[in-house]
């Protein structure tokens, strides 16, 4: 896959009495630049690929959501994307190992969190109930950065859920799940949480559990360039393209724009 560089054709109307002449057409390089992303990461990058492209009219930003294992796999054969954000460290250093990816930087945080239904019918307290046997616990599947960061906590609490339900779709589609009261309690991302209009709630826990579920709990977002989105024509003012957008992410706006999503932004 390659998206060439588009051309948008500018045409001035010259009319005088009933008598129209039209100008040559002047073009104008339109550059793409294709942003591989995690759907966690959706709300923030929505907002500043808006402010990226107002702030940069000669730049159109096409956003992939995606898995961060799925898309690094991809990266030797794409030609399309030029920024990828991994919530996955492993899937990010197999595409740097490869040289599909450069100069990686971790930018956020997210960790997961022990949720409910709104109202709490099963009466959650906190991580010790996740050892009942009469509740339907949902816990995403082990492969994903979700799964993985539940399983940490997990080890760490050293507690054994009974039964789990583990969801391949990953953290929001257990939220949903537990917004439709198909389970009673998950371990999801606050982030997830958060946007689920009070649908989901998570359970009040005390300190000792919060700091276990921030540290061990939890997810890092890694940044970096794919050089393989800069071999057409276009090559160079995508790379500054991409250069540009990783600058704003890490910036000061970049990092408010991942606080109003729940995230955790880490300093420059």
């Known amino acids: 896959m390659r998206r060439r560089s588009g051309i948008v054709l500018g045409v001035a109307l010259m009319c005088s009495g009933v008598a129209c002449a039209t ?7 339109v550059v793409s630049l ?3 992303a995690t759907p966690t990461l959706s709300e923030a990058f929505v907002d500043l690929i ?9 730049v159109r930003v096409d956003l992939e959501l995606g898995w961060s294992d799925e898309i ?3 990266l030797p054969e794409r030609t399309d994307l030029n920024v990828f954000a991994s919530a996955s460290e492993e899937a990010m250093e197999l595409a740097v190992d490869g040289g599909a990816a450069v100069g990686p930087q971790v930018f956020a945080r997210n960790h997961v969190v022990v949720a409910v239904p709104s109202g709490n019918p099963a009466g959650v307290r906190g991580m010790s109930d996740l050892a009942r046997p009469d509740l339907r616990i949902g816990l995403c599947e082990v492969d994903t950065p979700c799964g993985k960061a539940t399983d940490n906590l ?6 054994e859920p009974v039964d789990a339900i583990r969801e391949p779709g990953g953290s929001r589609a ?5 917004a439709d009261g198909g389970v009673d ?10 946007g689920s209009n009070g649908w989901v709630s998570p359970v009040e826990v005390d300190g000792r559990e919060r700091d276990l579920m921030r540290s061990a709990g939890t997810t890092r977002y890694i940044l970096a360039r794919v050089p393989g989105g800069e071999s057409g024509p276009g090559g160079e003012a995508e790379r500054v393209a991409a250069d540009r957008f990783r600058e704003l992410v890490t910036s000061d706006r970049g990092r408010r724009a991942l606080e109003g999503a729940g995230l955790e932004p880490l300093p420059e």
């Open 23 to 29: 100008e040559e057409p002047e073009a104008t390089t």
């Open 34 to 36: 294709g942003v591989a």
């Open 50 to 58: 808006r402010i990226f492209e107002d702030e940069n009219p000669g």
């Open 72 to 74: 690094a796999r991809s």
């Open 154 to 159: 997990l080890a760490a609490w050293m507690v």
């Open 174 to 178: 257990l939220t949903a799940r537990l």
């Open 185 to 194: 309690v998950g371990i999801v991302y606050r982030t997830d949480v958060a």
